[in-house]
């Protein structure tokens, strides 16, 4: 080993890292050296129209044109480019967006972890891509396969026993969950009307229990930032149907007693639904059956690396344990004992949820990126998420303000409170202060619970140099801060494409289409 | 192991160290001990990524029947070979529609849209690193707007049912009306997912028989005791393919006060009126057509517009033009108060991932196409469809289910069962349509959809009325199933060629001798 290799492979020993060995440890160069940071306004496609021009062309067909003489109908007014303008207009505002494949992206409880090459091949195979919905059971067994395998697969990683993949995404998968429990306590003769969520949950969570026709309570949070127990047990009772449980929760903690909520809650008569949020921490470590729930969303999008595609499609397959499977929503493939596979609607189905079958093209990604995990590799991918995560809080808990607990699982919250109390400095404006170094921000103002929340995500797929400047960033910001009492802050972004945006102009005269 | 991980173990075991920890069991130390597994995950051990793409390539192959010995599930059909299929699937001469079409979509709009700056970044929270994406998806609520004849859109839902169910939701908030006059012309799968989700709630769904496949309004004022509606709701085309009379409903809906959904076909807009147009109040439409593959079943893209009074009721994300400090133009995400990371228990929607790609694919696919390639596209699929019509009719025993104008899709009588039709054409290389179910008709001479496909329930109110499971027990349309369908429901796209509908026309009549 050269001296150089040496220093490489131990010169980042926590407290000296930050300073000294910089230059020999790079996580390559970061997005302020991209077209990002630059490069003038993009006029909408709209300007780059020109009457007549235009990009299509179509197959010959031979068809006659026998269809009527519409010209009374203008058509609507789309733009008319060419295809290389086309190309042009699209690319440079590819430029103009952050994504995974550029940096570090360390969205709290989006999970924006690296989204793996070789399952675009998959997403390209034309005997997936092209196959219409409605073809017979007997033409689409291989699909029928895919679908059945990868709920097997998720019945395995989370301990349920059937699972439906028809929901397009997590908050699809909370209403289907719920519209489950509601059949099941009906099936009991039961009326319930509430459902529990911590004050930690995501927003969703309760707009979801609203959908389903549920009043929300909240149950405080306590000051280890967990499930304040007290709280829930005064807040249980015959009304409740549920507990919308996310664990690890959103602050990043493993929610000690989950056991006896589960107990409690079902003691109740009431029925523990995990939200899948944050699975990505304890994958082959514990199950949410083995914490005593019963009903189960996931998000491929976070937990098995599909693409987030600049905010969907996702993907929200729901899962219960054996005894609510009768009420999932049907139909699913089942294996028959000749081998194949047939469509079948469970018994008390609360129906269908998605008109065909699920975002299918994201779910068969879901399944490559299990299978190529396996079960040893998706153990590795929670434990190094959770390394990942404790590394950084550590190196940042000097710093910054952490409001729960010196430990955390998969992703913790960090407060920007102390500066704001001393220089009026928000969560936000530190967000905007990590563009300008050319990261993207984690989560901001969430959760509730935190003041001025930064909720850092770092994922599994990011090396420890990395984490390393994203670090030096964090700190070189708080420093900033302290030098300037905050004068530079509010001035930030200054690299990007785009100022600072008035989000209050937007909405008080909101202009959502252009002129 | 195969994994995305970056960490060297030397790496891993000094942050262990400089974290205070031992190994990476202890990492999880928090855990109580009674919920950790003992055994690990029962999953097969990893396999590389080729491997696992070259068994899904052969699953996708095997897209037919009969394969012996299947599954002991992953462990083992990793390693088998599978029998491939005679015919692709994907090679089938696609004539089947009911809601999703084979259009052509051209190499330039998957170039684009497969751009990973669009494809691995997430939900555009920070604006000044999300021009980007935020500037198509102003883009695309823009020609949703021109493209329906609304002046407001969101930034897309999950599909066309979503879409309803969205539209729904909006008009009962807006009425605080909780019942709905839902055409049967309105796809069946879309009704069937909105009595799903509307059931925990006080909405009451009343579905609309077609008399032929026009929309029988009259049959509501029949009814005793009914309630106004907060919305009613037609489909156009319809999902028999028909245009039916609009300019009614719309008569109906101002004589009740209550707000017009129509479900319109984007593709059709190149010929046809928009719904806004007609005086529609909310549009919505599955966005599938416009340059997004048929993906057995989705991510699909679901379309709603709606007039400037409901804007604040909108669901979803909206894509709003601001300022940025230096006086410059940018794009943020905006009405977020009516979010549900915001409002939670008082959002007007729990969507939050929504199917921007495909909003995104949309987009570029209709720079793409312009007015001039929508109309073209447009008069390409009546052309088809309606030459196609012409020569089934002319077939003995063949007739016309309705008399009513269609667009891109029609639906005929067989004198056999649909499906063995279906299977009969199959081998002849096409996927020759849809077979329209037994629930959804009765030999009556009008023609009758009381209730969605594989959903018995024609109203949803309360669940509590509703029949018990064993009412689902019917599987969806394209499997076999008992009972005898003898109407097919057939689409042609601008990609069908005369040789291909001549052919199939052919094989049609062989098929019934």
């Known amino acids: 080993m050269t001296e150089q290799q040496q220093e490489q492979t131990s010169g980042f020993g926590y407290g000296n890292h930050l300073k000294g060995n910089r230059d020999n440890l790079v996580a390559g160069g970061n997005a302020s050296s991209t077209p990002l940071m630059g490069g003038d306004e993009e006029p909408l496609i709209f300007s780059l129209s020109s009457p007549g021009r235009r990009a299509f062309q179509l197959p010959s067909t031979g068809v006659p044109d026998i269809s009527p003489d519409t010209n009374n109908i203008e058509p609507p007014a789309l733009p008319e480019v060419s295809e290389r303008d086309l190309v042009s207009h699209y690319t ?424 | 192991m195969n994994t995305y991980i970056p960490h060297t173990e030397d790496e891993i075991n000094m942050m262990l160290a400089e974290i205070g920890n031992k190994s990476l069991d202890d990492l999880h130390a928090t855990i109580p001990p009674e919920v950790l597994l003992e055994d690990g995950l029962d999953l097969p051990l990893g396999v590389s990524e080729a491997d696992v793409v070259r068994y899904i390539g052969e699953l996708a192959d095997s897209n037919i029947g009969g394969h012996a010995g299947a599954s002991k599930y992953v462990n083992t059909t990793l390693k088998e070979q599978r029998p491939r299929s005679p015919y692709p699937l994907n090679s089938l001469v696609c004539f089947a529609g009911g809601g999703t079409y084979d259009h052509y979509v051209p190499p330039v709009v998957s170039s684009l849209a497969s751009k990973s700056e669009f494809v691995t970044s997430y939900t555009p929270y920070q604006a000044e690193v999300s021009q980007g994406v935020l500037q198509v998806l102003f883009e695309y609520q823009t020609m949703m707007s021109r493209i329906s004849g609304l002046p407001v859109a969101n930034a897309s839902l999950y599909d066309g049912a979503s879409a309803l169910y969205e539209a729904v939701n909006m008009a009962v908030s807006y009425t605080d009306r909780h019942d709905i006059w839902i055409s049967c012309g309105v796809n069946p799968r879309w009704r069937s997912v909105l009595d799903t989700l509307v059931a925990g709630r006080n909405i009451k769904v009343h579905p609309i028989k077609l008399r032929d496949a026009s929309t029988d309004w009259s049959i509501p004022h029949a009814l005793p005791d009914l309630s106004p509606p907060a919305a009613i709701v037609i489909a156009y085309p319809n999902y028999l393919g028909a245009l039916e009379n609009i300019e009614q409903a719309k008569e109906l809906a101002n004589s009740l006060e209550a707000l017009l959904i129509v479900a319109f076909n984007p593709i059709s807009m190149g010929m046809l009126h928009t719904p806004g147009y007609y005086g529609a109040d909310i549009a919505i439409a599955e966005g599938q057509p416009l340059g997004i593959g048929l993906s057995f079943g989705g991510p699909y893209l679901g379309i709603l517009s709606c007039k400037e009074e409901y804007m604040r009721i909108i669901p979803g994300r909206v894509i709003g033009e601001s300022m940025d400090n230096r006086n410059g133009r940018a794009y943020t995400m905006t009405l977020r108060t009516r979010e549900q990371d915001i409002r939670r228990e008082r959002a007007t929607s729990n969507v939050c991932t929504n199917q921007t790609l495909m909003a995104i694919t949309a987009t570029i696919y209709l720079s793409w196409l312009g007015p001039g390639g929508l109309k073209e596209v447009s008069r390409r699929c009546y052309s088809g469809a309606h030459y196609l019509y012409k020569l089934l009719c002319s077939i003995d025993g063949v007739e016309a289910l309705y008399s009513e104008p269609f667009f891109n899709e029609f639906a005929i009588k067989i004198p056999v069962n649909s499906e063995t039709l279906l299977a009969r054409l199959a081998d002849e290389g096409f996927l020759g349509g849809v077979a329209l179910d037994d629930e959804l008709c009765d030999d009556n001479a009008s023609y009758v959809m009381e209730a969605a496909n594989d959903n018995n329930v024609s109203s949803s109110g309360h669940v509590d009325n509703r029949p018990a499971g064993s009412e689902y027990k019917s599987n969806r349309p394209g499997d076999s199933r008992p009972g005898d369908s003898r109407r097919l429901l057939i689409a042609v796209t601008e990609k069908r060629t005369i040789q291909e509908i001549e052919s199939y026309a052919l094989s049609f009549e062989k098929a019934l001798q």
């Not at chain 1, 999970?111 to 033409?139: G, R």
């Not at chain 1, 009772?237 to 000690?256: C, Q, R, Y």
């Open chain 1, 92 to 515: 440079r505002l590819a430029h103009r967006q952050y994504s995974v494949d550029l940096g570090f992206y360390p969205l709290g409880s989006c999970t924006m972890k690296y989204n793996p090459k070789a399952f675009d091949e998959i997403a390209a195979i034309s005997s997936l891509k092209d196959v219409h919905p409605l073809v017979s059971a007997q033409l689409s067994q291989g699909w029928m396969e895919i679908l059945w395998t990868l709920e097997r697969a998720l019945c395995a990683i989370t301990g349920m026993s059937a699972f439906t993949l028809q929901p397009p995404a997590g908050a699809a998968g909370e209403l289907t969950g719920l519209l489950v429990a509601g059949a099941y306590h009906r099936s009991l003769g039961e009326h319930r009307t509430v459902v529990l969520v911590p004050e930690s949950a995501h927003g969703t969570n309760p707009a979801s229990a609203t959908l389903a026709g549920y009043q929300t309570k909240t149950v405080a949070t306590g000051s280890d930032g967990c499930v304040n127990m007290a709280s829930l047990e005064s807040a249980l009772s015959e009304d409740v149907a549920a507990i919308m449980l996310t664990n690890p929760n959103t602050i990043g903690i493993f929610e000690k007693d989950v056991v006896e909520i589960c107990r409690l809650v079902h003691e109740a008569g009431a029925l523990a639904y995990y939200d899948g949020a944050n699975l990505n921490a304890i994958m082959g470590i514990t199950t949410p059956a083995k914490m005593g729930f019963d009903i189960v969303h996931l998000n491929t999008h976070k937990t098995f690396a599909t693409p987030h595609g600049g905010g969907g499609p996702g993907a929200g397959p729901v899962g219960v344990r054996a005894g609510l499977d009768q009420y999932l929503p049907g139909p699913r493939p089942t294996l028959q004992d000749d081998g194949t596979y047939r469509w079948e609607i469970p018994e008390c189905s609360i129906g269908r949820v998605h008109s065909y079958n699920g975002n299918a093209m994201v779910l068969v990604r879901a399944l490559a990126y299990i299978l190529s995990n396996g079960a040893d590799g998706l153990k590795r991918v929670s434990q190094i998420a959770v390394l990942n995560a404790n590394w950084l809080l550590k190196t940042l808990s000097d710093t910054y303000e952490v409001p729960y607990g010196s430990r955390c699982m998969h992703e913790f919250v960090l407060s920007a409170s102390t500066f704001k109390r001393r220089y009026g400095i928000r969560a936000q404006d530190i967000a905007k202060m990590l563009l300008d170094r050319g990261v993207h921000p984690p989560t901001v103002s969430f959760p509730l619970v935190v003041d001025e929340a930064l909720m850092i995500e770092p994922t599994e797929t990011e090396s420890v140099q990395t984490l390393q400047d994203f670090a030096s960033a964090m700190i070189e910001i708080a420093s900033e801060i302290e030098d300037t009492k905050g004068a530079s802050a509010k001035a930030a972004p200054e690299r990007t494409p785009v100022g600072r945006v008035d989000e209050t102009r937007a909405a008080r005269h909101p202009i959502v289409v252009a002129e």
